[in-house]
């Protein structure tokens, strides 16, 4: 499975940007997906996940209500819908699918996306 994230930017703190994650493959559905984040300096961690039953979705409490993951099966694609952003979520996104459900650890994703950067601004 090959996985490509994009739509990351330099918004501004209170913004809204949506990221996107094209799978080469059925993915939606199949793999448990989830959305990791680094900023320098830092190590990755988890944001958001959606198991494979299409609609359960978590998160990490730092994004909770802010942020919102879905997928479309037919599109074989991931979202991440980001508002109210804040300084502090200025990193290099990445999504990922493994197969265990509920996964919020890195070791248990088993593909990965190249990452795409948002900055936001104050």
């Known amino acids: 499975v090959q996985l490509q994230a994009f739509g990351g930017g330099l918004v501004q703190v209170g913004s809204s940007l949506k990221l996107n994650c094209a799978a080469s493959?059925?993915?939606?559905?199949?793999?448990?997906m989830g959305w990791f984040r680094q900023a320098p300096g830092r190590d990755r961690e988890f944001v958001a996940g959606?198991?494979?039953?299409?609609?359960?979705?978590y998160y990490a409490d730092s994004v909770k209500g802010r942020f919102t993951i879905s997928g479309s099966r037919s599109q074989n694609t991931m979202y991440l819908q980001m508002n109210a952003l804040e300084p502090e979520d200025t990193a290099v996104y990445y999504c990922a699918a493994g197969r265990i459900s509920g996964a919020r650890n890195s070791d248990h994703y088993d593909y990965w996306g190249q990452g795409t950067l948002v900055t936001v601004s104050s």
């Open positions: 959606m198991r494979q039953s299409v609609g359960s979705t």
């Open positions: 493959r059925r993915t939606v559905g199949v793999y448990n």
